[in-house]
């Protein structure tokens, strides 16, 4: 490999210092964010100079506040800071969630010395609920405090995001582009309503996806051009957030942000770069920390017990092949049996049947294998059992994770999701609890 | 109304005999079909005279070996027979299920002393296993011999289509045509992998729906023409089994059959009746049928605890409206949060915003109400929550049965879905016991 991971924080990359506080958007009351004492719920994301800036939003067409005034932050060239809450996702909040979002933007430029231009602001968290812009403003005044280039600051930000995760998801690599040390950082968060379908100009990108509030963050000290960074967070959100789905459900508030600062003094990768020295080890490198976050969101989905790669092969064309893998994914059955360690062929096959993709019973193969084997175990060949024994297919559906083959033997496209199974703790999880209002997610 | 509901069984139309039979299709061993006795699992319907006949089936490309029979003899004029069976699916059974399937129309009418051309099959239960065509044979025959026109053999036909049903489901009407007294029949299943989308000719009607096995027979002693009765079971499956959805997933075997004898000797209904008279009349006491028949499949379904009936208004065309209504009857997060009895309407939104539909969020209202209350409990109006309070709405919620209005004030076109909440039971059953692979559903 090109590059290689290093400890992981936000603040990694040159130039960039974060915080993390606990301002108590939940209005819980002070100290009770958890057990464990309050949990984190506001951070800001800083760099020292202005960054190239890239972001990919939900194209679900209720989109929150901080959606609204970020996209329009992302299409620009350069941005310097990112503001960031859980707790609360400022959507279906009207002209007043509008305002309290760029109101988030002030405070945060007021403190950092910044235009509110330069900065995007996210938020995760119950919708329909006002910001409680007190808390919000007080938490903006003491995280920029706290802003420093440590790791230890960089997680708390990380901590921060998080809602219904169980913990937090940070990546970082580090490459060599001739003499210059690049670094690449993200943190993100997931759980649950985890089916992105993101795009930069609301438009939905060729593979639609359906839902989950997932945030993630990325900073890199890269000199790059903005628009060849925005070429380059496309291609890398197209092969990682874009391909994950927990329980199918897109979120109004999915947000990918990177800002990128040059301050790794390489020289400058542009978009007429053609895609292969440095700009492509850039890709790469971008590309393997999208793809570690996204799996991350995955395994720590709600209630989760199994990570499953769906793999289809031989579709005729890529629609149909992310339609294929993505009907697979979203079966309440498929998923269902996944959770009992069934692996249930009959109802792969039943939903290929229903998805929108070309597909020929007669010509479906479908094999499971160990995560990352060529080694498959033949459940169906042709479209009918092969004589591979229940028990032995059992035994690798019972694992904790593993791949899922699937070739429609009618061309040469491919897709590939990534997704989980259905269990009980996620309905558990998510069927709420009335008698305690604030608990419930958005 | 112009029809009223009478005590209901299969045969209770005149000229109509049946039976149900176990067999021990899923061969666990003679008597061991239930902890109460071997449970019925095949069945015959048997009309006195040919009947005309009318056929749907499900639109799944992966489609089972009855339904491939079916399809072609449901498209002639007459019929006389329905042979059907639980336990096994017959499909992903390749050209060895084709023959059987064609076997047990074979088998059926030889003990009949009809062509086999007359009569049609339809399976549900385990994908993928060949039919155990020695105990189908013994089951024909013991059927065919205990074929008679009393409601309690009827009772036996409805019990030997059930699988993971808790309990039989019949209708019958009884309504006056001038002086000809004329009955409709029904019995159905369902419980699980259950939004039928069905139609004719394997092209998808207009509202696609996604999946679940469900059969559902029905008879008739009115005299009507073949295709009249197309017509007529077209309209009433369009606005009964394909609004309806259990866990979003279409089965490989759904199947909707009616036989009409004619041996109540009223005046032929012909396709050339105006919409009115006897053609109206006989189109709502089918519609009631049918209707009544879809909604017991949702509430029985695998592992429901509550029924909800999810109306969109307000759509600039049918398409949007029944789109918005799927993506929120199919939502998991909706789903789940009915389950706990929380009304949670960000998630509604969140759905609607996904959905294909055209929505502008600004102009959504959303209001919970009694079933067929038209007394309406507004959570949102415009896209912002209103000030009923939340324990007003969960009180709503915590029912049994309960309406939810989605009006997206954009058009005049509606469309309805009958669907139900997602459990911890539901998973549990469906999550199966890979140490009994032969418990496993299809």
Not at 9 to 17: D, H, L, M
Not at 19 to 46: E, N
Not at 272 to 285: E, P, T, V, W
Request: charged share 20%; hydrophobic share 40%; aromatic share 6%.
């Amino acid at each position: 490999m090109s590059f290689y991971p290093i400890p992981a924080a936000i603040t990694v990359p040159q130039g960039f210092r974060a915080a993390g506080v606990f301002c108590d958007i939940k209005r819980l009351g002070t100290g009770k964010g958890s057990d464990k004492g309050p949990k984190r719920d506001l951070c800001l994301i800083v760099s020292d100079l202005p960054a190239a800036v890239a972001g990919l939003f939900t194209t679900n067409k209720v989109c929150a506040a901080p959606v609204k005034v970020s996209i329009s932050r992302a299409n620009g060239d350069y941005a310097q800071a990112v503001v960031a809450n859980s707790g609360n996702a400022n959507a279906c909040t009207g002209l007043i969630g509008l305002r309290d979002a760029k109101d988030m933007t002030e405070l945060a430029g007021k403190e950092l010395g910044l235009s509110s231009r330069s900065i995007l602001v996210c938020s995760t968290g119950r919708i329909g609920v006002p910001m409680p812009m007190d808390n919000v403003r007080a938490g903006i005044q003491a995280c920029a405090k706290m802003l420093d280039y440590s790791p230890e600051h960089g997680h708390e930000a990380a901590e921060a995001i998080l809602t219904s995760d169980t913990h937090a998801k940070e990546v970082a690599v580090e490459l060599k582009l001739g003499k210059h040390k690049i670094r690449i950082a993200g943190i993100c968060k997931g759980a649950g309503m985890i089916q992105p379908g993101m795009s930069c100009n609301a438009k939905r990108p060729a593979a639609i996806p359906l839902h989950a509030t997932m945030l993630a963050f990325l900073t890199s000290d890269a000199a790059i051009e903005p628009r060849a960074l925005k070429d380059a967070l496309n291609e890398a959100v197209a092969h990682s957030f874009n391909r994950i789905t927990v329980d199918g459900d897109m979120s109004t508030n999915d947000s990918v942000i990177i800002l990128a600062n040059g301050m790794a003094r390489n020289p400058i990768i542009t978009k007429s770069s053609r895609l292969m020295g440095n700009r492509l080890l850039f890709q790469k490198a971008l590309n393997y920390v999208t793809l570690e976050l996204a799996k991350m969101i995955v395994r720590d989905g709600e209630g989760v017990s199994r990570f499953v790669t769906v793999r289809v092969s031989g579709a005729r064309s890529f629609a149909d092949a992310d339609a294929a893998a993505r009907a697979v994914a979203n079966s309440a059955l498929v998923k269902t049996s996944w959770c009992g360690g069934d692996p249930n062929w009959g109802r792969i096959l039943d939903a290929l049947g229903y998805s929108n993709s070309h597909i020929v019973e007669e010509k479906i193969d479908v094999a499971y294998s160990k995560p990352g084997s060529t080694r498959m175990l033949f459940a169906v060949k042709k479209g009918q059992p092969t004589r591979t024994s229940f028990r032995t297919l059992c035994s690798l559906v019972a694992e904790k994770e593993f791949d899922l083959h699937i070739n429609l033997n009618l061309g040469t496209s491919e897709a590939v999701i990534y997704t989980c199974d259905l269990t009980e703790a996620y309905v558990d999880f998510n069927k709420g609890d009335v008698s305690n209002p604030s608990a419930l997610g958005g």
